[in-house]
Every structure is written in structure tokens, then in C-alpha cells.
């Protein structure tokens, strides 16, 4: 595994494989030419690269075990593949482009979320939230996609679940590994208490202290989904691109 991310990783530093003419990402780029599949999987595919290598420098060149920070980098990391495979999984061009704009849809929003909390003056000379909404709307009817579905809620619950199927990994598995990335990144106790060693000390007063430790294993087990995501974005991804 760690080689395998160590090849990526250099693969990442190089420019973006060409999509070449004919090919299924060339054929969805001259249909939709401001939001194109390759950019957004390609984008996906290096967030996990680099989420998984910041994982690998900590525990291994580092030879810091973290007891929390791992599980995040693996949900990250997850997420980021997951999202990859999910828009190029596709064989039809048209879902390919619907889950394409969706997800554009999504981060649009979320981009207007934060456009909110910042003051004007940094926002002067920028595209509003609602301009590229109505951008991405105009391009479903353009593309006859439904506009009211490339509208509706983004889950990336769902889209863990989906590539965990199409992935043979297992889509109820996989959903679960993230969901414990999550609880890690937000200091649930379920989390911490279900996967993590634990030993108990008496204390004063009844209270009862707690030791949390992690180990490799658990960890390189968690590991192994992103990576088996990843793995499967680069081959659909060098499938898409080049021509027949």
C-alpha cells in the first residue's frame, strides 16, 4: 500500500493525464465545457492522494500514532475517492454529467454559505453564489437534465454507498467506515469507545478514568478503503480519458 501512494503521490506532481479526442471525458467536456467531469474527478482523486500521504508521512516516517487525527485523514480520504469513482463510474453521459453538475451544485451553495460570513469588500470582483447557481441551472436545461434534481439534497452518504457497491467493497461497510471518520472529526464518544483501546483506573469519587490508545492495524484496516477507492478512480479514470 505505502509504494502504491508513493507512486501516486509522484503521479500527482506531474500534469493532469491528457484527455484525449474521442474519449468518453472529451466527448462529456464538449458537452459541458465550464463544468467537466475529468476536473472534478481528477480533483477528487488528488484530495485523497493527499490526505492518504499525509497519513503515511505521520505513521510512518514520523512514527507517530495519533489516536484520533488518522481516522479523519482516512475519512478525507474517503470521501475524495468515493466522489471520484461516483462521477466516473457512469457508462452513459448523461448521469455522468447530472452527478457532474450536482455536485457543482452542491459546492455553489456551500461556497454561498461562506460568501455570507465574509465582509464585502473580499467578495468584490467575484462570481455570487446565486450567479453560479443559475449558471449551473441554465446548463441542465441545456443539457436536458432536470434542474429541480440538480437541485435537490447532495449526500455523500449515498455517494459512499453507491461506490461501495459498484466497488464490491460493500456499500452498508463502507458507509459505516466513514461514518467513524466522522465521529472521530467531531470527538463523538461512540467512536472513540467502539474502535479504540481502552483501559480503566479508579478514580476519586467513583469517577472512573479512562486511557484511550489506537494501534497500526486499526488504522491500516481503515486505510484500505480510500485506497481500494483511489485505486479504482485512477483505472476509471485512464478508461474515461483515453480514446477507443
Partial sequence: ????????????????????????????ARKSPSLQVAHAAWNGISHSV??????????????????????????????????AVWLLEPPQRPERLRRCLKLARHEAWESG???????AVALKGIRSAQQRLDEIR????????DPDEI????????VIR??????GVGGDLSVLMWRFGSGFAHGRYWASFSLLQREEFAGQDGVVNIRLTNDVDKVLSFAGFPFAFTNRALQLYEQRRCSP
Fill in 113 to 119: 454559505q461562506v460568501h455570507k460570513l465574509l465582509p
Fill in 50 to 83: 493527499d490526505h492518504l500521504h499525509a497519513l503515511q508521512a505521520l505513521m510512518l516516517d514520523a512514527q507517530i500514532l495519533n489516536i484520533y487525527a488518522p481516522f479523519t485523514l482516512v475519512r478525507s480520504a474517503m470521501e475524495n475517492a468515493a466522489t
Fill in 151 to 158: 437541485a435537490g439534497q447532495f449526500s455523500y452518504e449515498r
Fill in 1 to 28: 500500500m505505502l509504494a502504491t501512494i508513493d507512486a501516486w503521490v509522484s503521479l500527482m506532481s506531474q500534469p493532469t493525464p491528457e484527455v484525449e479526442p474521442g474519449s468518453s471525458l472529451y466527448g462529456d
Fill in 162 to 167: 453507491t461506490v461501495g457497491e459498484a466497488t
Fill in 138 to 145: 441554465a446548463l441542465a436545461v441545456q443539457l436536458h437534465l
